[in-house]
Every structure is written in C-alpha cells, then in structure tokens.
C-alpha cells in the first residue's frame, strides 16, 4: 500500500523540475566539453614548451662542449707556459709550455710552484702570495726560479684567484713568463752605464747635457775646466757661461739643429769661467731624438783649446814677422845683385881690354890667366842670377793659368844650349796642366839644362814622359849622362851642392827645382846608375 503511494507521488513531480534537471545537466557537459578543448589546448601549449626546452638545452650542450674545447685548445696551445693550481700551489692542470719550461709533468708528479722559488727570493715571495690572497690579483711577480733540471731562471708570473658561486677561492692561475734574456740585457746595460759613467766622468773631454738650452748634467772634467760645481751649473743657461759674441752663433745653430737640418755642429767658442777668466774650448754638440724626430736633449763634449789657441797666435805673429823678413831678404838680394854685378862687369871689362890690347906681349900663361878671370866673372854672375832666382821662388805670386808643357819644352829647347850630340825626345804628347808658366819654365828649364850638361857620351838622349795620377801630374826627366851616385841623392836638392864639373854648376839649379814643386804639394826623387844615367821624376798637384 505505500509502496503504490509512493509510485502515485513520484508521478505526481512536478514536470519543471525535471525541466530544470536536464538543463542543468546540459550545462555541466557543455562546460565539461569546454574545459577538454581548454586542457587539450594546454597540454599541447607545454608539450610545445617541453619539446621547446629540450631543443634548447642540447643547443645549450652542444655550445657548453664546444666552448669547452675551445678553452681546453687556448689551454693547451696558448705560447707561454699556463698552470692552474690549489691553494697551497700545487700545480692541478699545466699546458705543454708549462711542461717544457719547468721540465715537470703535473700528471706523472706532484710539483709545488712556490718551492722552486730561489731562496734569495723567498721572502718576496711570501709577501706576494698574501697579496694574492688579499686582492685576488698578483701581477708583474718577478723572481729566480730553479728548474728540474737544476738551471736557473727568471720569470715573470700574472695570477688570479678562482673562485666558486659563492665567491670562495677554490684554486688560483697563473700565466708565466721567461724573462732572463731580459733581466740579463737589463744587467748587462746597467753594468754598460756604471761603466759609462765611469768614462764620462774620467773623460779629459767636458761633457755637458744641455735640454732647451739649460745644463741639465756635467761631468767633472767640464766642471773643473769652468770653475763651477754641479749644482751651480744646474741654475745656469748656456749663454750665461758664454762669451756674448759666441751666443748669437751657437743659437743660429741650435735652430738648425732643432728644425732638423742639422744633427751635430762643431764650433770654436769662449766659454766664461767663475771667476771671469775665458776659456777657449772646441765644442762638439750632439742631437739626441725622439720617435718623432724631436730634439729630446743635447750632448756637448768639450775640449780646451786654450793653448792651442794661444800657439796659433804665436804661429800667426812668427809667420808675420817670416813675410817681413822674406821681403826684406827679397830686397836686399835684388840689392846685393845689382851692388855685386856691377863690380863685376867692370872686372869683366877690364879683363876683356887687358886680353885685347896686350895679348901680343903676354905669353900663353898670361892669356890664360886672363881667360880664366872672364870664367870666374861669368860664373860669379851666373851665381848672383841663381841665388836671386832661389830667394823669390817661394815668395812669387803663383798666377795659375792653362800651360801646354809641350810648348815649354819647345821654348827651353830654342833658348838653352843644346850640344850638337844630344837629343831631347818627347816620348808622348805631354798634358796640358793648370800652373804658373814662369815657375813650370824654370822648373823644365833646369832639369834639361843639368842633363844636357852631364852627358859625356858620343850620342846624348834626354827623354821626357809623363802619366797621370789621380790628384797629380808625374814626369820623369831620362838622361844617358854620367849618372849620380847614390849618396849624392838627396844631397843634389839642397843649395850650393853639385857634384861633377864645378865650372858648369852653380849648385842652386835642382834647390831651385825643389822649391817650385814644393809649391805644388809634390815630391821629387831620381834613380841613377853611375857611367849609365839618370832618371829624375817629380809630380805636381792638379788645381
């Protein structure tokens, strides 16, 4: 019975509330379709993310190796020797460089960088490792190490500390480098400069280091020669210690100097010592450059002159009086000529009368005595003509002009005596050179007369030839005559000396030769074989 109750009252629901039910119903799986499409659409939005991701980090992978071989390549291919250790410096990771160098192997053995510090460096090496400590960073360390194979070293080390993520220092690198080349050159130079210096202030030369005309340094030498100390000098310019006439020429080339034209000037200067005294100094300046071509500062070595100077002035006054004296030799040897020739001619006169009207009373020992009187007057005269020719060879002014040496001989030839039996051959055209014809007259003009009057032979050959040097003319003068012994040689070219027939010599006609090649700055010598001949040769400077 209530069974049939409820059945009556279940039908008896109400219709809307069904209604609603269903709809409701419907909401709930619209919104559960929607909420699949929304998680479908999310899974596929993170399995895109995911797949993203993975892409990602095996690029990331693949650069991390990549970047990891390529250190590993720095690492082992890098020049200088590259070593990572711990903190107590045992070397972890060494490179090849590394391994030669220190002739370790940090694989094969446990080395300790630290301990192959020479002991005279082991307490700047300690400092230096706190310093490491303390700022993370150690550079330009310098020290002596001892390798394996017990050699010594130095090197130059720049270090860093490694740190973790949390910034604590885990280990430390280094790179190393080899400087006992450089240390050794930088001993060598500074041994160089003490030694240098040591020549510097031993120097009998002033030395003086002059920046934009200031003294900047000067060795003892100088200061000594000046009069001042080195402090004193280093308040000084140039030109106060200078003669005010010098100032404006050492400026002049200064400028040169400083615009580049010049790079070393030499000058003669007077230099004012400390207490008022001139010094007369030669003075040597050098330009010392920069890179740019800049002068940076000059070098000025200094040599006192003082004496040399004062024996020039000496020399100077001795060669004034020489010139007067020469000219008053030169008048009274025209004197003396004309006072001693006049005497002579009347001898020479008289004789002549005497021979003419008595030679029909005087025996043959009268007229010879009266013929050997003639001879002496005429040699007398002949040696007044010498001894004035001599006396103004030196002292003539030489008027240079074009001379055909051909010619001179062809005039010498037409005016000197020639004998029937001698010859005079030009082996070759001779030069034309540029002398004074005068003086390259009588300089011809002796050497054929002394050959022509030696030769004693039935046929007589004088040969002139010539070559030409660099800076001079050389002819030779070849006779076939008596010849000249060998300690006559010399002897020949000096005044009033003459070997052979006296009657025919005055002695001054080869001092005469002498004297005009000397002249010309040249020389003369012979070569001679008794009873075969002679060979005179003689050279004379081109203008």
């Not at 045992?90 to 630290?114: H, P, Q, T």
């Not at 003086?439 to 004693?456: G, P, R, T, Y």
């Not at 025919?504 to 075969?532: A, C, F, M, P, Q």
Request: one cysteine or more.
């Amino acid at each position: 019975m209530a069974l049939k109750l409820n059945l009556i009252s279940s039908k008896e629901m109400d219709s809307k509330e069904i209604i609603l039910l269903k709809k409701a119903l419907e909401r709930q799986k619209r919104a559960r379709i929607q909420a699949e499409k929304i998680l479908e659409k999310k899974s596929k939005e993170l399995y895109d993310v995911t797949h993203h991701l993975k892409e990602s980090n095996a690029r990331l992978e693949s650069l991390l190796t990549e970047k990891t071989s390529e250190l590993d390549g720095v690492f082992v291919n890098i020049v200088d020797p590259y070593v990572v250790m711990d903190l107590e410096f045992n070397i972890i990771r060494m490179n090849s460089s590394a391994k030669n160098f220190l002739g370790y192997d940090s694989e094969k053995e446990v080395v300790n960088l630290s301990k192959l510090v020479h002991p005279e460096y082991m307490e700047y090496t300690i400092d230096s490792i706190k310093n490491l400590y303390e700022v993370g960073l150690l550079k330009n360390y310098r020290a002596k190490i001892i390798l394996k194979d017990k050699s010594e070293k130095f090197i130059q080390i720049n270090s860093s500390l490694i740190y973790d993520k949390n910034r604590r220092p885990i280990a430390a690198q280094g790179v190393i480098r080899d400087i006992t080349n450089e240390t050794e050159i930088k001993h060598l130079l500074a041994g160089q400069k003490r030694e240098l210096d040591i020549i510097v202030e031993n120097s009998p030369l002033g030395i003086v280091l002059i920046v934009n005309g200031k003294i900047i340094k000067s060795n003892k030498t100088f200061e000594k020669m000046i009069g001042f100390s080195e402090m004193e000098l280093k308040k000084k310019e140039v030109k106060d210690i200078s003669c005010p006439l010098d100032v404006e020429k050492s400026k002049a080339l200064t400028q040169k100097m400083n615009l580049g034209s010049l790079n070393h000037f030499s000058l003669d200067k007077k230099y004012i010592r400390k207490d008022s005294s001139s010094l007369w100094a030669k003075t040597s300046v050098n330009a010392i450059r920069n890179t740019e071509g800049k002068v940076e500062y000059q070098v000025a070595m200094i040599e006192d002159i003082s004496s040399q100077r004062e024996l020039e002035a000496q020399k100077e006054q001795l060669m004034q009086e020489l010139e007067e004296s020469n000219k008053g030799l030169q008048e009274y040897a025209h004197i003396v000529s004309h006072d001693l020739k006049s005497p002579l001619r009347n001898i020479a006169a008289l004789s002549t009368w005497l021979y003419e009207d008595y030679i029909d009373v005087l025996d043959d020992n009268g007229a010879n005595q009266l013929k050997m009187m003639q001879e002496k007057v005429e040699a007398m005269d002949k040696l007044i003509d010498g001894i004035l020719k001599y006396s103004t060879v030196s002292s003539d002014k030489i008027e240079n002009t074009v001379v055909d040496v051909n010619t001179i001989i062809e005039e010498i030839t037409n005016i000197i005596y020639i004998p029937d039996h001698v010859s005079i051959q030009i082996v070759k055209e001779l030069p034309v050179i540029c002398a004074d014809k005068t003086k390259i007259h009588q300089l011809f003009q002796n050497f054929l007369s002394n050959a022509v009057s030696h030769i004693q032979n039935k046929k007589g050959v004088v040969k002139i030839d010539f070559k030409e040097l660099t800076k001079h003319w050389q002819f030779s003068i070849e006779d076939n005559g008596v010849g000249i012994a060998k300690e006559y040689h010399e002897k020949i070219f000096k005044i009033f000396q003459s070997i052979g027939n006296q009657e025919r010599s005055t002695g001054i006609g080869l001092s005469i030769v002498k004297k005009i090649i000397d002249l010309y700055e040249g020389k003369v010598w012979l070569e001679s074989t008794v009873g075969v001949g002679t060979i005179f040769y003689f050279t004379l400077k081109k203008e």
